[in-house]
């Protein structure tokens, strides 16, 4: 019955591959998100979705993609992979309470990723 | 500037001890705010919201000044399960949650 789940749990892969992490959310959130945390622990968001609309693109690379297929879920397709993105990806979920607003948001697990 | 900024820590104090948190905060038109809570190689978790007239959960108070932007997190008669890292949060608007580095507590029997 986990609210936000993510997988896998860890990802090691070389550079220069391809990968994707999945996630899902079972609280009937409208909006989702991907956070990227650093070595320095420093938490930012790359993506947010409303719905299956990207609202929230912050300057991430374009080797990042996400794709929502619907509202539950949330996944983050990464090309080309480089040392520097190893990190902790998490993903969260919370209402929609409309553009000028913000409430909780449920984090699930976290990917750890690491880029040899 | 950062956005968000906090004092990294850590705080070492003894159980029972009392201990605050300050947060300061870089775009005025910010939205809402709140102190969330993130245990060691586990996801954040909100600990509280952030209100103008200041509120309290049990032994956590947390305080806002919106017109010096600073935010303050109180905690009282510590326990060791309260061992983590603080996160300072703040809605910049459309949903989006900009995090403080955070502030790591250590508390010793």
């Known amino acids: 019955d986990t609210a936000v789940s993510q997988t896998p749990k860890y990802l090691v892969t070389q550079m220069g591959n391809d990968k994707s992490i999945k996630c899902e959310q079972n609280l009937g959130h409208d909006t989702m998100y991907w956070y990227k945390q650093d070595s320095k622990k420093f938490l930012k968001i790359m993506f947010s979705y409303n719905n299956k609309e990207l609202i929230i693109n912050e300057t991430v690379p374009n080797r990042f993609s996400p794709k929502s297929p619907d509202k539950a879920h949330l996944n983050l397709h990464i090309n080309s992979l480089e040392l520097g993105d190893s990190a902790v990806y998490f993903c969260a979920s919370s209402p929609y309470v409309g553009l000028a607003g913000g409430n909780e948001q449920f984090f699930g697990p976290g990917t750890r990723l690491t880029v040899l | 500037r950062k956005e968000v900024e906090q004092d990294p820590g850590p705080f070492n104090v003894p159980e029972g001890a009392t201990v605050a948190f300050n947060c300061t905060y870089s775009?005025?038109?910010?939205?809402?705010f709140f102190w969330y809570r993130q245990d060691c190689r586990k996801e954040p978790k909100l600990l509280m919201s952030?209100?103008?007239s200041g509120n309290e959960d049990g032994r956590f108070t947390a305080q806002l000044n919106r017109a010096s932007q600073y935010i303050s997190l109180l905690i009282r008669d510590s326990k060791l399960s309260d061992s983590a890292t603080y996160l300072c949060v703040v809605n910049t608007g459309f949903q989006k949650l900009v995090f403080g580095t955070g502030t790591r507590l250590l508390v010793s029997p």
């Open positions: 952030v209100y103008s």
């Open positions: 775009n005025s038109a910010s939205q809402s």
